[in-house]
């Protein structure tokens, strides 16, 4: 029994040496349709890679179609990755977002039609229709590694850009929605004990083992 309370306490403390891992959450909406283009998506960036996960919560049959983050000024270069459900990466050149003045995407990743990611034709594969997007309740993982030095997490999550086609009771519209305006760090937390009540529990345990030993003994 003595061995189990030891092994208890460790694993207690030692868990406490290991936090969960946390993600950032961003809520985003349609800049000129509001609520009828919305998504949400988590990004974790850890040294020099990203990942992250985009879910289209749009009503309707509005579909993302595309994806981008703009990081600083001008175009940066040098980032690689991948993405599922038909999205592809790319680090090309996009340009600026029409509706974000100043705004210009370093990466992305959307489905197949042509031109570029944010604009009205849509995403990067040439020939293709809506039907290809991320439809309500999907959603697209994605990675990227690169020049992420000197941004936080919450930085990168608050440059991200999504592109929406076939919005609307109608699918009469288009839109695209950033960048994040509801970016909490903390809303993806796993809830890891304060270190003094770490040490409270710790020390009630071997308060127990003490109290069982003396019992043996007597």
């Not at 403390?13 to 009828?36: Q, R």
């Amino acid at each position: 029994m003595r061995t189990v309370f030891l092994a208890l306490c460790l694993s207690v403390f030692v868990g406490a040496a290991h936090p969960a891992s946390a993600a950032t959450l961003v809520n985003f909406e349609g800049n000129a349709t509001v609520n009828l283009a919305t998504g949400s998506a988590t990004i974790t960036l850890s040294g020099n890679t990203l990942t992250g996960t985009l879910t289209n919560t749009s009503p309707y049959d509005a579909r993302v179609m595309g994806f981008g983050f703009d990081l600083g000024a001008g175009n940066i270069d040098g980032y690689t990755g991948s993405a599922n459900a038909g999205f592809f990466f790319s680090d090309d050149d996009f340009g600026n977002v029409p509706q974000f003045s100043g705004t210009e995407i370093d990466f992305g990743a959307g489905v197949n039609c042509g031109g570029t990611i944010l604009n009205n034709d849509c995403t990067l594969n040439g020939g293709g229709s809506p039907d290809n997007g991320l439809d309500f309740g999907q959603v697209v993982t994605f990675t990227a590694t690169g020049p992420f030095a000197g941004l936080t997490e919450a930085q990168v999550a608050a440059g991200l850009f999504v592109r929406f086609q076939r919005v609307g009771e109608n699918g009469q519209s288009s839109d695209v929605a950033g960048p994040g305006l509801e970016v909490d760090p903390n809303l993806n937390q796993t809830a890891v004990p304060e270190p003094a009540s770490m040490i409270l529990l710790g020390t009630g345990l071997l308060a127990a083992l003490r109290a069982r030993k003396k019992g043996s003994a007597a």
